[in-house]
């Protein structure tokens, strides 16, 4: 299967190079190999792995008016206020993207291109998939939060789910307030549910 994967992926780098800044082409693939590493150590797909990694920010690079306005033509619920910031709002808009104009129909890859920015009502579809996306996004070795890295790689890459979930949400609440940006309540939900 994995000897197919570069065939497999060439319609999303096809896609993804058209649509988003260089820059964040080269997030995209490095949060992408970063989740082919946490497929071997969390026991995911590695093909559903790495298309999730190269997917989530299939939104990012729209303009917050372009995805308001597929938020609303699709239409795309959004139950709070904060969803409408494109920090979140394209990761929503990305899950439906991913599926319309790329054919991705599974859902644990869409419901974890969509929760990657802890939105959404109900509790992710598989904890695994989706934490494994949040750390990769943070992980990607361009990032410059040297001291996330250091707190987060060792409890994530020996395999410790639950402790590298609990630095990231310790990290990432107080980053997002201090900048004056959203946080949705799902985040403050997990802050209370794995750190309080």
């Not at 995209?28 to 497929?39: E, G, H, T």
């Not at 994530?156 to 789910?161: E, I, P, W, Y």
Request: net charge negative; glycine share 4%.
């Amino acid at each position: 299967m994995l000897m197919d994967t570069p065939r497999l992926f060439e319609p999303y780098h096809t896609y993804l190079q058209k649509t988003l800044l260089p820059s964040r082409y080269t997030h995209s693939v490095n949060v992408m190999r970063v989740m082919a590493q946490l497929a071997l150590i969390y026991n995911l797909d590695p093909v559903k792995a790495m298309t999730i990694g190269l997917l989530h920010d299939i939104a990012h690079d729209l303009s917050p008016a372009e995805q308001l306005h597929l938020a609303d033509s699709v239409p795309i619920p959004l139950q709070h206020t904060c969803e409408q910031h494109p920090l979140i709002l394209h990761a929503l808009v990305g899950a439906h993207l991913a599926a319309e104009r790329l054919g991705v129909s599974d859902p644990v890859i869409l419901n974890a291109i969509r929760c990657h920015g802890y939105c959404g009502s109900n509790p992710p579809l598989s904890e695994r998939y989706t934490w494994c996306m949040r750390f990769a996004d943070m992980l990607d070795p361009l990032r410059t939060w040297q001291d996330l890295t250091d707190q987060l790689a060792p409890p994530v890459f020996s395999g410790d789910l639950e402790q590298g979930a609990r630095i990231l949400v310790a990290w990432m609440v107080p980053f997002l307030e201090n900048r004056g940006l959203p946080v949705h309540p799902n985040l403050y939900s997990l802050q209370r549910q794995l750190i309080n």
